[in-house]
């Protein structure tokens, strides 16, 4: 299964759920790729405990080679690093990333991240892609090479406004380009049930029958704990309430896919 988790508002925790899924799956003893599309790299940093200072093995990488002929190309396998924990994999960002978009998207390589999942398709069980916070090349790469999106919501106004346009984007992306692709939902994220807002908000999604998955993703000081030490939660403290939210989203994604 290829999930791609996007979000065009940014500090939604995009990478946050990215890797902690990734994680889980990987623990469960699923073979899992994590792709970072988004140029700040924060997958990256969270699963390799930096920024990835070598351009060579990179998304960036990836795709420049894209832009030249060889009659050898490297395989989309050179481009994947391991991290420290058994099963997981990752193709890190790079800063560069910037640099390529303009080019990439002048010459319609849009396919060509669809074309090395198919590659990968018989490596990993589990894909997860990290997005910018932007409907741009990388993003919409995404959304074409994935079989599933999953939309973070911070329990904001501005996030559900935002919403219905996202929503939009992804049919236009299935409509044109991947009738594979699903919302497979969204995941209620840094959820205060004892604050109103947030409550409201959420049952007002669940009203307008859009596929909220449950558990909520509750706010808690440990997830910032889990970026210092670059170790996702399922690593850090598996007993923890957060863990056990992000293991009951993870099996619940696994029975809708099933």
């Known amino acids: 299964m290829r999930y791609v988790v996007f979000n065009q508002k940014g500090g939604v925790g995009k990478s946050t759920i990215t890797c902690n899924l990734a994680a889980i799956s990987a623990a469960q003893g699923l073979r899992t790729l994590v792709i970072d599309l988004d140029p700040q790299g924060n997958s990256t940093q969270y699963l390799l405990g930096g920024p990835q200072e070598d351009a060579t093995v990179s998304a960036a990488e990836f795709f420049d080679q894209t832009l030249k002929f060889s009659a050898r190309p490297k395989g989309a396998e050179d481009y994947v690093v391991g991290t420290p924990w058994d099963r997981l994999d990752v193709m890190p960002s790079h800063p560069s990333l910037d640099e390529l978009h303009s080019k990439l998207e002048s010459r319609y390589k849009i396919y060509k991240l669809r074309d090395a999942l198919a590659e990968l398709a018989g490596t990993y069980d589990r894909i997860y892609i990290d997005t910018p916070p932007a409907l741009n090349f990388y993003t919409r790469s995404a959304l074409i090479a994935a079989q599933g ?110």
């Open 149 to 258: 999106c999953l939309i973070p919501f911070d329990c904001d106004d501005f996030s559900r406004r935002a919403l219905y346009t996202l929503l939009d984007n992804v049919q236009e992306i299935r409509a044109d380009h991947n009738d594979e692709l699903q919302v497979a939902g969204i995941v209620v994220n840094q959820f205060q049930p004892r604050a109103s807002l947030p409550q409201k908000l959420v049952q007002e999604l669940i009203d307008e029958g859009l596929p909220v998955l449950q558990p909520y993703l509750s706010s808690s000081v440990k997830i910032k704990e889990s970026h210092q030490q670059a170790r996702p939660m399922i690593h850090l403290d598996a007993r923890h309430k957060l863990t056990l939210e992000m293991i009951a989203l993870h099996d619940a994604l696994a029975a809708q896919a099933a």
